[in-house]
């Protein structure tokens, strides 16, 4: 089961990342980019995901993915108790991929074929 730990171990792992507040919550960043916010009160992370794999975890689990919209803005809430620990690490990744500068993605691509961590 993950956890907030889990999910900063994640991130802070991935090149370039930094811890913020954002709104009083633990954000994650790379290139000064939100890719993951921690809402520890409601024991869920909120990733930055691409459309077609918001949709597939959207109608798959609804119990661990739902919709967070920010007007047009459209991220992945993930219930932290409804995932396994290898599961939001690589969602994470995946999320950092999505804002990390592409210089960054390609680098980390050509060091290692599996997706960081």
């Known amino acids: 089961m993950a956890d907030e730990e889990t999910v900063r ?3 802070l ?8 507040a954002h709104w009083e919550r633990p954000s994650f960043r790379v290139g000064g980019r939100i890719f993951a916010v921690l809402r520890p009160a409601e024991r869920r992370a909120v990733l930055k995901l691409p459309h077609d ?5 959207f109608a798959a689990r609804p119990e661990a993915f739902a919709p967070a919209r920010w007007g047009r803005l459209v991220w992945t809430f993930v ?3 409804q995932v396994d620990d290898e599961q939001i690490e690589a969602l994470v990744a ?3 991929r999505e804002v990390a500068p592409k210089r960054l993605v390609r680098l ?3 060091d290692s074929p ?3 961590r």
């Not at 794999?53 to 975890?57: G, K, P, S």
Request: no cysteine; aromatic share 4%; proline share 14%.
């Open 94 to 96: 995946e999320a950092w």
């Open 114 to 116: 599996a997706p960081p």
């Open 9 to 11: 171990q994640a991130a």
């Open 108 to 110: 980390t691509s050509m």
């Open 53 to 57: 794999h918001q949709e597939m975890l």
């Open 79 to 81: 219930t932290l108790p």
């Open 13 to 20: 792992a991935l090149p370039e990342v930094t811890e913020e």
